[in-house]
């Protein structure tokens, strides 16, 4: 079948600066447009997270070892360049894209369409409405002429949206849980099972305890890295000073190895509450459409706080929702917000939570995904 889309040959540019999400989502981004026909070249300065993130690559994505000086032997600049999150790319291949630029615009003679773009962070918060799609014309370097345009992901029509496969409600529908579960050596006996990625959440403590002591059992998937640590921290200073934290084994552990991006999915969708972190894996806890905790990155000029409240505002979080995420980000001292969960619910969860982010997730599903978006802007002149 022909695509619907028009062919563009794309260079994103990323450069690794902490954690995963840096390359998470721009690995996401490449493969979501490739998924839709286009060619994608991935400069990273790093791609080590990629050997267990996406082992198995993906057609039409190629990743290229970004270097200082690069190296252009070889090297054509393709018509849409993308730097993420204010990465700054080498002068000379946006002298060899000016270039290119012009060389075509004098053999068609078309006008320069811009295709070069920011692509920034995600946020609730109202200023990326107001942003979204803004030029800025580039007045130095080899670039200079040229414009640049920013494009925000969002929550709203009126943003970039989100990252989101074609096929992902049919791979959703497909998914065996217990099968899954099986191939991690969790052999499910109905347990409540709840993922856990974070860096160190404030309430974690709080939250161990609250599971150890309900009536009903817990399995915590916990995925590798800061996760993982954090939690073994807690247990074994727990174990040390209070033997008998646990002692009914109410709840009890499963450390997951670092998982693909498709397996992180799976991990979502298996588990009854999601606690995620960043940007990419609270997108992806959306999609999975459980009951999810975001641990949001802490800046040290308390941006966060700001950052959490919009997202909670657009999520419509009920009361306990809210108060849980504060007192998960240390941004309330009471432990009231832990008490909230799971007590009342006889089952797995607050059913409020889970309404919330259902119904969030049929709002998101309604509007154009971001590779959607970010294909017609790079066709439309500017
Ligand atoms: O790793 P993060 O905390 O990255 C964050 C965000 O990008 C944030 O915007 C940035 O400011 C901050 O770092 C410095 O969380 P995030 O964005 O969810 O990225 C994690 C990626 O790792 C995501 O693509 C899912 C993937 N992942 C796996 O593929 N397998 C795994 O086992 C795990 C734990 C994660």
New binding site residues.
């Given amino acids: 079948m022909e695509s619907p889309y028009p062919q563009l040959n794309w260079d994103i540019f990323c450069q690794v ?6 390359v ?2 721009c690995w ?1 981004l490449a493969c979501n447009l490739a998924q839709r026909g286009q060619t994608v070249r991935l400069w990273l300065d790093d791609a080590t997270a990629l050997t267990w ?1 996406a082992p198995l690559g993906a057609p039409g994505v190629t990743v290229t070892h970004w270097s200082t000086p690069l190296n252009l032997s070889d090297i054509t600049p393709g018509n849409v360049l993308v730097e993420a999150f204010g990465c700054e790319i080498n002068p000379e291949f946006v002298a060899a894209y000016a270039y290119q630029i012009k060389a075509r615009g004098l053999k068609d003679g078309s006008n320069q369409k811009c295709t070069w773009v920011n692509l920034e ?1 995600l946020s609730a918060e109202p200023f990326v409405e107001r942003c979204h799609g803004l030029p800025s014309p580039v007045m130095t370097g080899p670039g200079r002429g040229l414009s640049k345009h920013f494009f925000y992901p969002g929550f709203t029509t009126h943003t970039g949206g989100l990252l989101r496969e074609a096929d992902l409600l049919q791979r959703q529908t497909q998914f065996d849980r217990r099968a899954w579960l099986a191939q991690q050596g969790l052999h499910w006996q109905g347990e409540r099972l709840l993922s856990l ?1 974070c860096y160190e959440p404030a309430g974690l403590a709080n939250l161990l305890e609250r599971l150890a002591s309900d009536d009903t059992a817990t399995c915590l998937l916990v ?3 800061r996760a993982s640590a954090a939690v073994q921290a807690i247990v074994s200073s727990k174990n040390s000073l209070e033997p008998l934290w646990n002692k009914r084994n109410k709840l009890s552990f499963l450390y ?1 190895p ?4 498709d397996d ?1 999915d799976h991990l979502l969708w298996a588990c009854d509450v999601n606690f ?7 997108v992806r806890a959306l999609w999975a459409g459980k009951p999810l905790v975001w641990h949001i ?1 802490p800046q040290d000029d308390g941006a966060h706080a700001t950052k959490l409240n919009a997202l909670l505002d657009w999520l419509q979080a009920p009361p306990t929702l809210r108060q849980f995420h504060l007192h998960w980000n240390g941004l309330a001292c009471t432990s009231d917000a832990v008490a909230s969960f799971p007590a009342g619910c006889p089952g797995f969860y607050p059913e409020d939570w889970q309404t919330c982010v259902r119904q969030a997730r049929a709002k998101l599903l309604a509007q154009p995904t971001l590779a959607d978006q970010l294909i017609g802007f790079c066709t439309k002149s500017h």
């Fill in positions: 600066i902490d954690n995963f999400g840096d998470g989502v996401r993130m962070y990625f995925t590798h890295g997951l670092a998982l693909s991006q992180f995620v972190r960043g940007e990419d894996s609270l990155y």
